[in-house]
Every structure is written in structure tokens, then in C-alpha cells.
């Protein structure tokens, strides 16, 4: 290992501490960082603009301006009424209904699209409620990566492997959604039970619940019909956007021009309201792990899992399934698959081995294993930037005292799956 990957690993290592302990706040220790890789020179500044996945942060910058203005038309209260009134304002339903919601919502949008609209819905049950909205906040986010896992478009990296794998969405569906609905079922019971203590309502909170008219909370109906409709458009510009051969972030950020350009509200206002730490954060670790794939660490450990297998189909898909979980729950997933994808290609080439089996393996492992950390899974940087504008703190200790249990009972149902109906 030369002096170059052994910096990377070092700068990588003390942020990852640092936000562990939450000494330093975490977009400030990603962009020191982030500053020490430029500073040293490990990488130049052209490398470093190249590493950052303007995708995603235009998909998340769109998608937050287009939130903010929806917001103004009352349409999250009157989803949030609505919701709460078809389970009678039982927050032991309402978990379970969020994260059903959250995951199959998932499973058709981007992760990060489903967590902002979802969240403030939550946020207002909460307060009609009077309960933390942290329990269901949890289970939707953990959700929205379980959900992006059944198909070809819920999440980068499945998109990553299909294009590469010549494997198409029916398939991704018939293959990986019958575990996803176990794996899903499984992690939202075990949130509502270890959440049960803290979801008591008053009766008498109920009971107004039931009295509200979710009609009254609309209070800008042209608003939300443009909104709705712009709305519309996106998504459906996510689903097609690889026909029309334009990027997810090119479709988000039109929808925001769009809605800027018709809702007449000021742009300044608007931009307030977009989660630039979060932003900041993700740039700043796209730089970081990206130096590390320059320098050839990851290439260096996706190697190193292939090697430890010596060919044998069963072991590869299990050691690819855990180390894909593992390190995915600490990485950025997509680099680590666009290194593991030639590497299969190549076993494959090698050994004549029917490599199909791995592919579903790479995908279960790198997306469920977003739900191990904080720093796992956009929708989860996300939901932590947007949570502590609330007023609500989500720790790293906290979502991983969750996440990475729920993660291994993920990735272990995963492996019985892969053994009993792939790996034969």
C-alpha cells in the first residue's frame, strides 16, 4: 500500500470518527476532509469537481425547492389529517402504514423524493399527535432503502447493474421483490415494537383527530393544482428519463424552474429553505470516498472479496451479499459497484460460472446495507439534515443503534433467500 492510500485511508478514517462522535459538526468535518485531500495534493481540484455526483445534488436541490412550495398550499396537512383519520389516529397503525407507504413509494421514485415528501406529512400527525416524530421518521427512511431495492429505478446502484448486466426492470421485480416484501414486513414490525412505548395518545387527541375537515387545511388551491401538475411531470420524467436521455437532475431542477417561474413566490425565500449543510456534506464526502477509488483502495477491496472466494458460486454470492452490506453501510455504494461490476463480468469470463446469482447479490448487499449508519444512504443525510432544521436531532449513535441491527436481520434473510432460490 503506497503513501497515497494510506493518507486517503487516514483522512478517511479520522472523518468518519469525527462524525461518529459528533465533535465537530458533520458537514464541517466532511469539508476539512474534503480540504486536507486538495491541500496535500492527494488530488487536484479538476479531480475533486469530478468526483462530485451532480446528479444527486441536483435531484436533491430540485426536489427541495419543489417541496417547500407544495408545503405553502396545505397539502401535507391534509394528507397528514387524512392519513390519521383512516386508522383513527392509532400511531401504532399510522408506523406501520408510513413505512408501507415510504417503501412502496420507493420502489418507483428516488429514495431522497420520497423521504422529503414524506416527512412533512409526518411531522404534522406528530403534532396533532403530540408524540416525537422520530419513531416514524425512523421507520420511513429505513423503509424508503428497503423499498428502492425491489426494482430497477428505486435506487442508483440497481439502475448501475441493470444497464451494465443487460437486466430489466421485470426482472429486478421478480427476483428481488418477494424478499423485499419479507424483509420489509419483518424490519416494520420490529420499529413498531421497539417504538411502542413512546406512540401513547390521549383518547381525547383521537377523538379531535376524527372531528378535523382535511378539506379546510388546502389554503392555496391554484397553487397546488400547478404544484400537483409540475409534480406529476417529474415523476414521470424520473421514469422515463433514460428514454428521453436526460438525467434525473436535469428533470428535478426543470420542475423547480417551472414552479419558480408560475408560483410567484420569491426565490429567496425559497432557497432559505433548501438544506445547503446537507448539500455541503455530500460534496464533501463524494470527494473523500471518491479519492479513495482514484487512488485504488476500493478497486483494492472489491478485489480482495473476489479473491477470498476461489471461484465457488455459493461463496462468492454470500461473501459479496455481506461485504457489499458491510461496507456500504460506511461508503458511498455506487463507487464500490461500479468497481465490483467488471469484477463479476470478469469471474464470470474466467471461470464460466452463471454469474446472474451475483448481481442480485451486489444489489441486496449495497442498497440494504445503506440502513447500517447515517452516512449509509442518501434518503438517511437527508432525513437528518431536514430533521434537525425541525428541532429534532437525529445522532449517528442513534440511527445506528437501529439501522445496522435491522440491516444484518436484513442481509440475513437476504443470504437464505440467495441460498435457497439463487445460489444453487
Known amino acids: 500500500m503506497n503513501m497515497m492510500q494510506l493518507i486517503s485511508i487516514g483522512v478517511f478514517v479520522a472523518t468518519f470518527i469525527i462524525i461518529v462522535t459528533e465533535k ?18 492527494i488530488i487536484d ?33 391534509y394528507l397528514a389529517i387524512k392519513a390519521a383519520k ?42 396533532l399527535l403530540k408524540i416525537s416524530p422520530i419513531p416514524f421518521i425512523m421507520s420511513e427512511v429505513l423503509a424508503s432503502n428497503i423499498g428502492g ?35 420489509l414486513i419483518v424490519s416494520v414490525y420490529i420499529i413498531r415494537n421497539i417504538y411502542k412505548n413512546d406512540l401513547h395518545v390521549d383518547e381525547k387527541l383521537k377523538e379531535h383527530i376524527m372531528k378535523l ?11 397546488l393544482i400547478k404544484s400537483l401538475s409540475v409534480l406529476g411531470l417529474v415523476i414521470l420524467g424520473f421514469f422515463l428519463h433514460e428514454h428521453l436521455e436526460y438525467e434525473s437532475s436535469t428533470v428535478a431542477l426543470a420542475g423547480a424552474t417551472i414552479l419558480l417561474l408560475f408560483s410567484g413566490i420569491e426565490i429567496d425565500e425559497l432557497l432559505v429553505e433548501v438544506e445547503w449543510p446537507t448539500i455541503f456534506f455530500f460534496i464533501s464526502l463524494f470527494i473523500i470516498v471518491g479519492t479513495l477509488e482514484e487512488v485504488g483502495v ?8 473476489i479473491e477470498l472466494t476461489k471461484g465457488n458460486l455459493v461463496i462468492t454470492g454470500v461473501v459479496i451479499l455481506w461485504s457489499s452490506a458491510i461496507l456500504s453501510a460506511f461508503l458511498d455504494n455506487i463507487p464500490f459497484v461500479a468497481t465490483m461490476i467488471p469484477l463479476i463480468k470478469g469471474l464470470g469470463a ?6 446472474m446469482p451475483l ?66
Open 24 to 41: 465537530i459538526n458533520r458537514t464541517v468535518a466532511a469539508m476539512v476532509g474534503a480540504m486536507i485531500l486538495l491541500v496535500v495534493k
Open 45 to 77: 481540484q479538476g479531480e475533486a469537481t469530478r468526483f462530485i455526483d451532480y446528479t444527486t445534488v441536483g435531484v436533491l436541490v430540485g426536489m427541495m425547492i419543489i417541496v417547500s412550495i407544495i408545503k405553502r398550499t396545505g397539502l401535507f396537512q
Open 86 to 127: 383512516m386508522v383513527k389516529g392509532d400511531p401504532m397503525k399510522i408506523i406501520v402504514l408510513f413505512g408501507i407507504m415510504t417503501a412502496v413509494l420507493s420502489a418507483f421514485l428516488d429514495n431522497v423524493t420520497t423521504i422529503l415528501l414524506m416527512i412533512p406529512v409526518t411531522l404534522v400527525i406528530a403534532k
Open 149 to 183: 431495492t425491489a426494482t430497477l429505478i428505486g435506487d442508483p446502484p440497481n439502475i448501475m447493474i441493470g444497464s451494465e448486466a443487460g437486466i430489466g426492470f421485470l426482472d429486478f421485480v421478480l427476483n428481488l421483490s418477494p424478499v423485499i416484501i419479507v424483509i
Open 213 to 223: 375537515d382535511e378539506n379546510t387545511a388546502i389554503v392555496d388551491k391554484k397553487l
Open 298 to 305: 476500493i478497486s483494492m477491496l472489491a478485489k480482495l472479496v
Open 350 to 355: 474466467i471461470s464460466g460460472m452463471n454469474i
Open 359 to 424: 448481481w442480485w447479490a451486489l444489489s441486496l448487499g449495497a442498497c440494504l446495507g445503506g440502513n447500517g449508519t447515517l452516512i449509509g444512504a442518501s434518503a438517511n443525510v437527508v432525513t437528518a439534515g431536514v430533521m434537525e432544521k425541525e428541532g429534532y436531532k437525529i445522532t449517528f449513535k442513534d440511527f445506528i443503534k437501529l439501522g445496522f441491527p435491522l440491516m444484518l436481520i436484513s442481509i440475513a434473510i437476504s443470504t437464505v433467500y440467495l441460498l435457497i432460490f439463487q445460489l444453487r
